[in-house]
Structures are given as structure tokens and as C-alpha cells.
């Protein structure tokens, strides 16, 4: 049973310009975290999705970042309009079941993004 | 919400002795989850163990032992017989539902 799977692992982008990360969650996993690291310090929630729902995106920026988890295909965390501060390590987590299976996620590698 | 505090940014340990990286939360939910990752230079998130609040035992996972006194608010990570593999960043961890809340991390070395 594959984890779960991120990519890309690494992604260099120029101030200004889109990011979009992909998160493909554990088979059989119908819920996704994403969280980001910021270089020194620890992860910090970003937002948690089930399929084709937004369930608590107040880990999100206001502006500029959007999250999504489609019936078919990975979760996508998309940037816009990169800027330096962005630069972090994003992970992505699922899980089996919400609530009370907290205990449960599974981390992705991660990906380093890359603000130039 | 959860709050995690480790205090300590960096330790140091002799290969083949015991460590222990401190973590204190704050939380004023009765039922929550205490987690503890390894992060290595490489960069993944590798889980170690985990300690419900209401689990009366500590948790054991190997060389890994959590020392979980709830009144005091701790859940100290223990390793065993330290190996030069253990060197890495090391989180603690909270959650009392899907959001989990880190702490800032200590970076463990370990010397031959």
C-alpha cells in the first residue's frame, strides 16, 4: 500500500509566478490536511479537505492561496503570485477518518518550494 | 487549541546512551492526542509514537518511550540506546481533533 505521495518534491519558482503542489492521499483515504514549515520552525495547519469539500482552511492565507480535493485526482494546494515568504516545506497528511481518527495521519514527503 | 512548547533547541547524546527531549502543551480539552515525529535531514516526517490522554500506561514503541505526566502537562520523548541514525530534528506534537499543533523542534545529535 503506497503512501502518501507528493509532487513535486522540490519547486523553484520566481516571485510573481503560480505554485501549484499535489498531494495523492493513502488508498482508501478520503480526508487531507496540508501544513507548511517554515524554515526554524514547525509545522503549522494550513487547511483540511474531504472530497470535493473545503472542511477548515483557518490555517490559509487570506489571499493568494486555494486548496482543493476533486472526486477523481490528487488535492491540489495552489499559490499565486508567489512571493519570497512563501518559501517553505509544504506536507500533506491524510487520513481514514476525521474526528476520531485524528491519531492517524500520514505524512507525505513533502514538497520545498522555492521563491527566487 | 493546543499549545506545544519544547525548550530545548539542540542536545547532544553519546552513541549508545539514553536521551530525553522535553515537550509541555497547554490545552483546556479533556481529550487530545500527544505525538512525537522524527524529522531528518532529508526532510520527511517520520512518525514515532503517540499518547492519548486518556491512555493510563505511557506509550512504548521500541527505544522509544513517552513519559506522559498529565498534571504536570508533559509528554517527554525517551530514546534508548542512542544510535548516530537518531540524529535529527525531533517535533512534538498535539491535537484534540484533525488539527494538529507542533512545536518548534530540537535538533538531537548524537556523537560516536
Known amino acids: 500500500n503506497a503512501g502518501v505521495m507528493q509532487n513535486p518534491r522540490h519547486l523553484v519558482r520566481r516571485r510573481g509566478q503560480e505554485a501549484r503542489l499535489r498531494c495523492s492521499p493513502m488508498k482508501g483515504h478520503s480526508h487531507v490536511y496540508w501544513y507548511r514549515q517554515l524554515p526554524e520552525e514547525g509545522l503549522k495547519f494550513m487547511v483540511y479537505?474531504?472530497?470535493?469539500?473545503?472542511?477548515?482552511e483557518s490555517g490559509m492565507p487570506k489571499e493568494r492561496f486555494s486548496a482543493e480535493f476533486p472526486k477523481e485526482g490528487p488535492s491540489i494546494l495552489r499559490i499565486q503570485q508567489v512571493v519570497r515568504g512563501d518559501s517553505a516545506a509544504y506536507f500533506c497528511a491524510s487520513s481514514p477518518l476525521a474526528g476520531a481518527s485524528w491519531n492517524e495521519q500520514f505524512f507525505g514527503p513533502g514538497t520545498r518550494l522555492t521563491v527566487l | 487549541a493546543q499549545k506545544i512548547t519544547q525548550t530545548q533547541p539542540g542536545m547532544f547524546v553519546q552513541e549508545k546512551e539514553a536521551v530525553t527531549l522535553d515537550c509541555t502543551y497547554d490545552?483546556?480539552?479533556?481529550?487530545?492526542?500527544l505525538f512525537w515525529y522524527k524529522q531528518p535531514s532529508s526532510g520527511e516526517m517520520i512518525f514515532l509514537i503517540y499518547q492519548g490522554s486518556y491512555d493510563e500506561q505511557n506509550a512504548t514503541e521500541g527505544r522509544y518511550s513517552l513519559n506522559f505526566q498529565k498534571a504536570r502537562k508533559s509528554a517527554n520523548l525517551v530514546i534508548s540506546a542512542s544510535q548516530l541514525g537518531d540524529s535529527a530534528m525531533y517535533f512534538c506534537a498535539g491535537g484534540s481533533n484533525y488539527k494538529l499543533t507542533f512545536g518548534k523542534g530540537t535538533l538531537l545529535t548524537v556523537n560516536p
Open positions: 479537505l474531504q472530497k470535493e469539500n473545503i472542511i477548515d
Open positions: 490545552t483546556s480539552d479533556q481529550s487530545y492526542g
